[in-house]
């Protein structure tokens, strides 16, 4: 299946994305935030369609609304009550504008298709470089932003008493899902993002892995998943989100079962 | 002898969102020793405690610690909070220890080989080397409290800021840790302020009692405090002071 350069494209793009949904998936989860994970990609999905209808690149669409949104959400208060309630409305109104962007558009099925599926066959050399260099960036910016994340996620008051700027990092946090998020979009479609961020990591987290080891193990799971339904994509001629939604669930489950 | 003050406070005010919480604090805390920290809900124990953190802002009067002047991020205090995240619940207290090592710095939550010698060193402090291998979420109340005690020792403070660390607690387990806190703050000569709803399983354990009622501070020696006329009349109701014939002080409240 390597022989076809679309196969060995989507194997180097998904394996971009799995490398730092991975890692970020393992902070959503400790966190508890994979709902604003979720969230993030629905007003992606808006950002993309815009992007489409005034014939911009949609992935600097998605990225653009992914990155923005997350800084927002990041900077608005963290009351978590009321904030799902927030989260939740934000994201219907998104989609509601995606919805319309797309109606605007006159070839709009297979565009919205691959929104919300993904399109991971299809990408492109270009695509590629910025998928890459969208994952290079936000390892770096992960690398350095995540022992006060770590900090600040277990113990906030204290964190905050040793110089720790919890907004500052909270925010930086959510700019770096919406980053991963769009780049998920691109190989699972926005409605599968939580295969590739959310499942991956939640499972490194079952496994009680040390936090270090743990987002390794995330990236490690990520890509296994990505690669794993690229190639039974291939095998069986059933969509490459099946199956990654499939084997994202498998190995939760089976993360739980080792736990002792 | 004259000793220095771990805590001195003049005059001082502070307010949080505009409204005034205390009002001119006039205190000082010797080093050495074990404050008691009461006062009703609301009263602004935690607010006190931030402020020697350099959370809550001085809005006038002048706050130091060990003489020098109060600021964010002093690695001479050690803090409890007083809420805890659910987060983390499949890490493990090592993990949750090590967290705190120098979390404060971007980059990679690596841990040095110090590093892990110093969490060992504090989770022995405090009888809790079996705790540092259990995930978070299997942990009891007092195994937690246990362990968050560890916390605090890490860096070696010389003061010790707890954020009501009985709260929760059977009868027997506050006791427990309050015992254990005394036996730690005396081996490593440490200043602790203790805020508690409860004074009766501090007492034995704590030799100076600060009160924080309607936005005054009031410290004493214990047997100056812990009476039943002068608790009365900062709580604003009837209170008794019961010695029990075992050497034990027992506080209770009107309408219990
Ligand atoms: N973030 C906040 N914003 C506004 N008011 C607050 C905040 N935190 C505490 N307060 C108020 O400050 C007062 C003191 O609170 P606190 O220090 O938490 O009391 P205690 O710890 O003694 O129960 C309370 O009246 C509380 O309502
Ligand atoms: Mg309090």
Known sequence: ?260 | MECEAAVSCHDVTLAIGGRTVLSDVCLSVEAGSFVGLFGPNGAGKTTFLRALLGLVPVLSGEMTLFGASVTRGNRGVGYMPQSRTPNGGMLTGRDLLASGLSGEKWGLPRVSREGSAEVEAALEAVDAASLGGRRLGSLSGGERQRLLIAQTLLGSPRLLLLDEPLASLDPVRMREVALLLREVARKRGMTVICSAHDISPLMGVMDTVLCLVRGRARIGPVDEVVTGPVLSELYGAQVEVCHAPSGRVLVSADGL
């Open chain 1, 1 to 260: 299946m390597l022989a076809y350069d679309f196969m060995r494209m989507a194997f180097a793009a998904s394996a971009c994305v799995a490398l730092l949904a991975g890692p970020v998936g393992w902070f959503l989860a400790l966190r508890g935030q994979s709902f604003a994970g979720h969230a993030l990609s629905h007003i992606a999905f808006a950002g993309a369609a815009g992007a489409a209808l005034l014939g911009v690149s949609p992935l600097a669409g998605l990225l653009g609304a992914a990155v923005l949104a997350g800084g927002a959400m990041g900077l608005t208060g963290r009351e978590t009550g009321e904030r799902d309630v927030a989260i939740g409305l934000v994201l219907s109104l998104a989609m509601g504008f995606g919805v319309l962007f797309l109606h605007l558009m006159t070839r709009s099925t297979s565009t919205a298709m691959a929104l919300l599926f993904g399109n991971v066959l299809g990408v492109s050399a270009g695509m590629l470089a910025s998928l890459a260099g969208a994952a290079v960036g936000g390892l770096a910016a992960l690398g350095a932003l995540s022992r006060p994340l770590l900090f600040a996620s277990l113990q906030p008051e204290l964190a905050e008493a040793r110089g720790v700027r919890l907004r500052l990092v909270s925010t930086l946090f959510l700019m770096l899902v919406g980053a991963a998020t769009a780049e998920c979009a691109q190989i699972t479609g926005v409605l599968l993002v939580f295969t590739l961020m959310v499942g991956p990591g939640a499972a490194a987290q079952r496994l009680g892995l040390a936090p270090l080891a743990g987002m390794v193990c995330a990236a490690v799971l990520a890509l296994g998943e990505a690669w794993g339904g690229l190639a039974l994509s291939w095998w069986t001629d059933w969509p490459v989100s099946f199956w990654i939604a499939v084997l994202s669930v498998v190995v939760f489950f089976l993360a739980g079962l080792r736990r002792l």
